[in-house]
């Protein structure tokens, strides 16, 4: 099996749930890359198990441009929230932080879609800084008189349509929890 170059197989200590334990049967899965140009001499790789019949490449262009609003979202969730490191070891606790983390978001979502912006007569239009607002509402549950509406308005950006920037990709280490000892 090991020569076929249409089987690949998966390491001993790989997490694959899809079969029961300690079973050896194959497990079928078929996916296809698609190479998709989103810039001048840029390209993107996708990895995707939808058939090529059904989805032309262009397709999964429009699908990944849909998932950006998703993409981002996890990454407010992941570093802004602060769901790349927990407080607990137990699965339970790790989970009641997680469900946490998700009703601060939502929290925070409702209120900042909430918030007016004013318009100036400025060359962009503005939106508002999510980073900021979610450490405002977390704010507001220390404080709760603070005016949460009026300081997200305070904070900012300009839309800049069709703005790149090189994707920074690097390995994360995994944080312990030795620090707890000293």
Known sequence: MKTNPNIRLLSSTSKFDKLPPHQKTLYPMSLRVVRIKIGEERY????????????????????YHLRWGIETAFRELKYTLGMNWFHAKKKELIKQEI?????????SMQIAMGVEIKKNSTQYL????YTRAFSICREYFKHPKCPVEDLIQNFILPVRPNRGDQRKIKVKPFVGFLYRIA
Request: overall charge neutral; cysteine-free; proline content about 3%.
């Open 44 to 63: 993107e790789s996708l990895v995707t198990n939808l058939p090529s019949n059904e989805f032309s490449t262009a397709d999964l262009k429009k699908l």
């Open 99 to 107: 469900i946490a983390r998700f009703i601060m978001y939502n929290f």
């Open 126 to 129: 503005y939106q508002i800084n």
